[in-house]
C-alpha cells in the first residue's frame, strides 16, 4: 500500500506541474521529498535540496523572507524571473502527501502598497498635527488614534466626561449641540475648539465630525478628525495685533502704504494713503504717471523712482501733493524695490508720511533765518554808514587837532587841544566797541593767532594804563607766575583788549590802595595752554545782585555808578564774549566796599621757544630822516568825497612836501590818472558816483601799466573787514579813520619801500 501511495503522489506532483501549478510531496514523516518542475521554476530551488526536511523549516530556508498574512504564512523567492510570493495550501492533496502553492505576488503587491500608503497618511497626519477619533454615544466613550494622545500614556478609552471638563467654557455648550446633532439626525459639523493645557494655555482644535454607522439603539457612531492649529491662530491673533499696532501708528502718523506688483502694474494702496493723496490727486495719477504730485516736483520725484529702481536700498523725497485750489500739502515718500533670485525687479513698498506741519514750520524757520540774515545785514550796513559818518567829521575833528599839536601851541592852548584828542579818542573806542559788539553778535569777529611773547604783552599795558592810574594815587603790579612759558601762540589784539577793559574799570573803581595783575598758565593738554589773568582792585566792589548783571550789555551796576564814573556798559559784555571766542571765559569774585578780582580765561598754544622772537604787536615806526628826505615831493593823488578828510591828510603829510591831485570819486581818480602818473595814491572807500572797491579793480585791471602802483586805502568803514579784506581787493595796504598821523606816515612809507620817485627818474 505505501509503494501504491508513493507512486500516487509522484503522479500527482508531476500531474499539477504539467499544470503549472508548484507542488511540494512530503514523506511520511512530513519531510520534503520531492519538487515539481513549476516549484523549481518559480523558487529556483534544486531538486535535492534538504530532502527529509519539514516543509516549514524547508520554505524558511530556501525563502529570501516570509511574512505572516492572514491565517498562514506567505513566501518570497526570488528568481531570474522575480520575486514571486507563494503561499502554502493544504487541502485534500494532503492525504496523498502533496502540497500545493498558490502564487499570491499581486495580491501582495496591492496589499504593500496599501499598507504604504496608509503609512504615509498617517505619517502626513502626525506631521499635520492631525488625529482621527470616534465617539460611540451609547457608553459616551472617545476612541483616539495616536496621533492626539501621543503627548500623554495612550489609554482604550476615554470618558466622554474627562473630555468636556478641559474644554474652554465658552466652547461646552457648542460642542454638545453638534454631538446630540450628528448622534440624533446624523449629518457633518466643523467646530474650533479649545481645550486647556497642562501649562494653562489653550491648545486650539479645529475639528470635522460626521455620522457614522447606526448603532442598534438608534443613535449614530462619530467619526472624525482633529487638527492642532494653535500656531495658526497665535500666528493670526499676532498678525492682527501687529495690524492694530500699524493701524494706530500710521493713523497717528498720518501715514499711509502702498504697493506695486512691478511685473502686472497691479497697485495697492491702505486707506490712510488714499485719504492723504487725496480723491483728486488719485484721479490725476490714474491719468498721467505721477500726476498725483505738483508739476513742479513730477520730474524730482520721477528721478527719485528710476534711483529706486537701480538702488538696494531704501530712496526717500520730499514731495507735494496735487490740489487742484494750488495749495501745498507736502508728504516724504519713503520706496523700496524687492527683487528675486535672478535680481530682477518685481515688487515696490512705499510709505507716505504727512510732513505738512513740519514743512510749515521748517519754511517758516527759513523764512526767519532769512528775515533775521536780512535784518543782520541790514543792522551791519547800517553800523558801516553810521561808522563811516560818524568816523569822518571825527577824523577831521582829531586831524586838525593832531596837527595843532604840531604848530608850537602856548602852554594853556595845548591843554585845551589834548582835552579835543582826548575826548575824540574816547569817542573812537566808544564806537569801537558797539562795533565790536555788532561784529560779534553777528559771527563775524575772527580770533587771529600769532607767536608773541605774553610777559611782554602785559608789561605794556602795565606801562599804558600806568601813567592813569598814577594820576588817582595807584599803582599797577605785574606778577607773572613762574613756569609760564614765554612764547605763545594766542590773539595779542583781543587780550590786549580783555585786559584793557579790566584794567581801565579796576583803576576807574579804585580811589586807593592798588591794582594787581597776576598772570599764570595751566598745561591742559600736550601743546595747550590755559592762561589766567587776575585783575584785583581795592574799589567799590559789588553785591550779588550787580554781579548776576554785569555782564549784560548796556549794564551797570546802578545809575549813580554811571553818573559818578561813566562809562556805557559795554566793556565787560565784549570782554566776555571775545574770552568765549579765544576759549575761555571770565569770572568775578567781589565784596561790596573791599574790591573785585576779575579772572580772564583763554588758550594758547604752544610754540617752538627756539624760534626767533618775533613782536606780535602792531607797530608803526616813525620813518627815519633818510626815508623822510627820499620821500619829499613825492606826487599823490588824493581821493576822497570829503574836503575835511583831504585836508587832514594834506596837514599830516606837510612835512613830505608832497604834490597833492585831488579827486572827489573813483571815476575822476580813473581820469586823473590816464592824464598824468602819480607815486601813490590813498583812496577813500566810500564816495559817491565809484566807490573805492570799484576803483581799485579797474585800477588793478587797466592795461595803462597802474598793476604795481601803491594804493593805499582810507576807511572808515570798520565793519567791512580787516586788512587782509582790503589787500584782496589790490590795495596795497590801509589805514582806518580816525587817522593818526604817525600810522600813516609809517603806512606810506612801507608800500613805498626803495621806489623811485617820479621826480627821481625825470
Known sequence: MPELNEIGATALLEQLGALGLAAVRLDEDGGVCGINDAFQLLTGA?????????????????????????????YRFASRKGDKWLRPKRGKAQATGVVTFTDVTAEWSMLGKLVASIEVRDRLMRDAD?????????????????????????LSIYRLDDIVKDLHPDDIEKDKQVRDRLTLQGGTATLHLRRRKTDGTWRHTLAQFISGRKLPSGKFEIFGLSQNITELVDARDQAAIMHDRLEIAMSSANAGVYEIDLRSSERWTSPQYQELAGPEALARHAMRPFGMYHDDDITAVRESWERCLRSPGVESIDARLYRPNGQDQWVRIFMRVQRNEHAVPVRAVGLMLDIQEEKQAELALIEAKLQAEAATVAKSNFLASMSHEIRTPLNGVLGMAQSLVNDGLL???????????????????????????????????????????????????????????VERGLNI?????????????????????????????????????????????????????????????TGI??????????????????????????????????????????????????????G?????????????????????????????????KRLRGMKILLVDDNAVNRQVVKLFLAQLSPKF???????????????????????????????????????????????????????????????????ALGMSDYVSKPLDQRELTAKIA?????????????
Not at 600 to 626: G, H, R
Open 477 to 537: 603790579e605785574l606778577s607773572i607766575a613762574p613756569g609760564m612759558p614765554s612764547m605763545l601762540h594766542y590773539d595779542p589784539v583781543r587780550v590786549r583788549q580783555c585786559v584793557g577793559n579790566l584794567l581801565s574799570n579796576a583803576i576807574k573803581f579804585t580811589e586807593r590802595g592798588t591794582v594787581k595783575m597776576a598772570v599764570s598758565a595751566e598745561q591742559v593738554e600736550p601743546e595747550k595752554w590755559r592762561v589766567s589773568v587776575a585783575i584785583s582792585d
Open 130 to 154: 492631525i488625529g482621527m477619533f470616534r465617539y460611540s454615544p451609547d457608553d459616551e466613550t472617545f476612541h483616539f488614534s495616536d496621533a492626539l494622545v501621543r503627548r500623554g500614556e495612550a
Open 596 to 628: 573785585s578780582t576779575f579772572t580772564l580765561t583763554f588758550m594758547a598754544d604752544a610754540v617752538n621757544e627756539m624760534a626767533p622772537v618775533k613782536s606780535a604787536e602792531p607797530q608803526f615806526p616813525a620813518p627815519n630822516e633818510a626815508t623822510m
Open 46 to 74: 534544486a531538486p535535492d535540496t534538504m530532502p527529509g526536511v519539514a516543509l516549514t523549516e524547508y520554505l524558511e530556508a530556501v525563502a529570501a523572507e516570509h511574512k505572516s498574512y492572514g491565517d498562514g504564512v506567505v
Open 541 to 594: 566792589g559789588m553785591t550779588e545782585a550787580v554781579r548776576s548783571r554785569l555782564f549784560t550789555t548796556f549794564t551797570q551796576a546802578d545809575a549813580t555808578i554811571t553818573r559818578r564814573f561813566g562809562g556805557t556798559g559795554l566793556g565787560l559784555a565784549i570782554t566776555r564774549q571775545l574770552a568765549q571766542l579765544m576759549g575761555g571765559d571770565v569770572a568775578v569774585d567781589s565784596e561790596a566796599g573791599i
Open 750 to 762: 612801507g608800500v613805498m619801500d626803495a621806489r623811485q620817485l617820479l621826480s627821481d627818474a625825470a
Open 661 to 727: 591831485v585831488e579827486a572827489v570819486n573813483g571815476q575822476e581818480a580813473l581820469d586823473r590818472l590816464h592824464d598824468e602818473p602819480f607815486d601813490l595814491v590813498l583812496l577813500d572807500v566810500h564816495m559817491p558816483v565809484m566807490d573805492g572797491k570799484e576803483a581799485i579793480r579797474h585800477i588793478r585791471a587797466s592795461a595803462q601799466g597802474w598793476r604795481e602802483l601803491p594804493v593805499i586805502a582810507l576807511t572808515a568803514d570798520a565793519m567791512s573787514g580787516d586788512r587782509e579784506k582790503y589787500l
Open 411 to 469: 602852554a594853556d592852548q595845548r591843554e585845551k587841544v589834548d582835552v579835543i584828542l582826548e575826548s575824540g579818542k574816547t569817542l573812537t573806542a566808544l564806537l569801537n566797541d558797539v562795533l565790536d559788539l555788532s561784529k560779534i553778535e553777528a559771527g563775524k569777529m575772527e580770533i587771529a593767532c600769532t607767536d608773541g611773547e605774553l610777559g611782554q604783552t602785559f608789561e605794556r599795558l602795565r606801562q599804558l594804563f600806568l601813567s592813569k592810574a
